[in-house]
């Protein structure tokens, strides 16, 4: 899970890619980079940190141009630690390229390989969007005709990635000289939505993993890029799409509405909040059946996610709703932290209960999903430590039993609590009185119910069946072999990404 942005403009574009930034910050906490294009020149500015860290006055200043790209980065291939993944990335061949991925390459070695051996092309880095950039590259290279580029050349190189790449990507890219591009894997897993606007210039564009860096920004929602679409806006602001793929189907990632995405966007024609709301209504249903002989005194979410679910939930059962935790704001989202001991002592910091909402009473505690298990631990103990009397533990999502191979960080079947495990294991290993799921027909039709039209979604990560057809057991073992090999490699890997005639704007 990344955030990508891509702006062209009729005016400087730094300042509104830094705000678009910030509106994504949600998607990615461990790198921040932005790249603005003047004429055929690019300047880049790009490292290890949140939006507000990165970028200082001197970098803005130096980020001249009309159009340009940002990414956050939450790692799910490649390093955390490792500031030469931060994005986007550079190829100076053809033509001068950068590019920002939001996903994962499920055949990003077999790629690698391709890249080296028949394409002539080095990757220099562990990351799986440095190999997207050089496939696009080549593709480029090898459509493009006297060394001049159209929309349509642009569309055919777009289509012989698709034939290429397997897995999740949304991607936006910028070509010196020639404009922004951006497109989507045929099976639409990870999001990507366009808006515009009309000054008294002309007209702009932005293009952005959520609504929500639109909506902020004062740009209107035009739709969202379809699944294999290919979008291209030229510098003059000229707009072209084309389907690129030869067979495509949407499929959105589930995930993005239980718990990644912010609630105010809206993603495939389907408002986040909305399914929430779905989620907990669902859930009240079920607990309703399972739950009877319970007396629940009190719905409490954990923040910030859980919040529109456990309210419906609440309004369902006719049970007082509370908030019970207060939250640390200024502390990064235990998710996307790289190690469980990490985890568990950011979740202390990042909550605190309050005893006058637990002291003596059976508390219903509601979360979006239970990956690991350790936010869950702690706090059913934090609760505990508060005074409840009896907790009982509620997820509007289904037991997380299968890694996520398309660019959410739950890579190996060893880290997810419901891994071998039944409701009652899982409700003993996070130590509540009483634990429930919702089920993964009702998730489909929390969601679905708001967009009846779309019929499929991606949800490997609770019922192990991957959309892309490419992912096997033996693939599954490998990744998880490769986590630990990364983490050890970037231990002793110093920044090596190569600069190759780009104007570092610091």
Do not use: W
């Amino acid at each position: 899970m990344c955030g990508i942005l891509g702006i062209v403009a009729q005016s400087p574009a730094n300042q509104l890619l830094y705000d678009g930034l910030l509106m994504l910050q949600h998607r990615g906490q461990d790198a921040s980079g932005i790249v603005t294009a003047q004429g055929s020149t690019f300047h880049m500015h790009k490292g290890c940190g949140l939006v507000r860290d990165v970028f200082r006055t001197r970098n803005m200043r130096a980020l001249a141009g009309n159009m340009g790209i940002g990414h956050v980065r939450y790692p799910t291939a490649g390093s955390a630690s490792s500031s030469a993944e931060a994005q986007p990335f550079y190829v100076n061949s053809p033509f001068g390229i950068v590019l920002a991925h939001n996903g994962n390459l499920t055949n990003a070695e077999q790629l690698s390989q391709e890249l080296f051996r028949t394409d002539l092309r080095h990757v220099n880095t562990n990351s799986d969007s440095e190999v997207l950039l050089n496939v696009l590259a080549h593709e480029l290279q090898a459509s493009a005709r006297n060394y001049q580029l159209d929309p349509e050349t642009i569309f055919s190189a777009v289509a012989g990635v698709h034939k290429r790449c397997r897995g999740a990507y949304s991607v936006i890219a910028m070509i010196a000289g020639y404009g922004l591009l951006a497109f989507r894997d045929p099976y639409g897993i990870r999001p990507l939505v366009f808006g515009s606007i009309q000054n008294e210039l002309g007209d702009e564009y932005l293009i952005a993993s959520e609504s929500v860096a639109l909506d902020t920004l004062g740009f209107k929602l035009i739709r969202d890029v379809a699944p294999g679409e290919a979008i291209f806006i030229d510098e003059a602001g000229n707009f072209y799409s084309k389907q690129c793929a030869t067979e495509y189907s949407l499929n959105p990632c589930i995930f993005e509405y239980v718990y990644l995405a912010r609630p105010d966007s809206v993603i495939d024609g389907i408002s986040v909040y909305e399914t929430r709301l779905n989620m907990g209504e669902h859930l009240a249903e079920k607990i309703k059946r399972s739950m009877h002989h319970l007396d629940i005194d009190v719905v409490i979410p954990i923040p910030d996610s859980s919040r529109p679910s456990a309210l419906q939930l609440a309004n369902r059962l006719g049970v007082n709703f509370r908030e019970g935790f207060v939250k640390n704001r200024y502390v990064g989202r235990t998710f996307i932290m790289p190690g469980q001991q990490q985890r568990r002592k950011s979740v202390r910091q990042k909550l605190n209960a309050m005893s006058i909402e637990f002291r003596g009473k059976n508390v219903l505690l509601v979360d979006d999903s239970i990956v690991r298990g350790t936010t869950s631990r702690e706090i059913v103990q934090m609760a505990r430590e508060a005074g409840a009397n009896k907790i009982y533990f509620a997820s509007a999502a289904p037991p997380v039993r299968y890694p996520n191979v398309y660019g959410i960080d739950m890579p190996t079947r060893q880290e997810l609590i419901a891994t071998d495990r039944n409701t009652e294991e899982i409700c003993s290993e996070i130590d509540a009185d009483y634990l429930v799921f919702q089920d993964l027909d009702a998730l489909n039709h929390a969601v679905s119910k708001v967009s009846p039209s779309i019929k499929s979604f991606e949800t490997s990560c609770f019922d192990g069946n991957y959309i892309t057809g490419d992912v096997t057991s033996e693939y599954l073992r490998a990744i998880e072999l490769q986590r630990n090999t990364h983490s050890s490699l970037a231990q002793s890997r110093s920044n090596t990404q190569l600069d190759l005639s780009l104007v570092i704007s610091d």
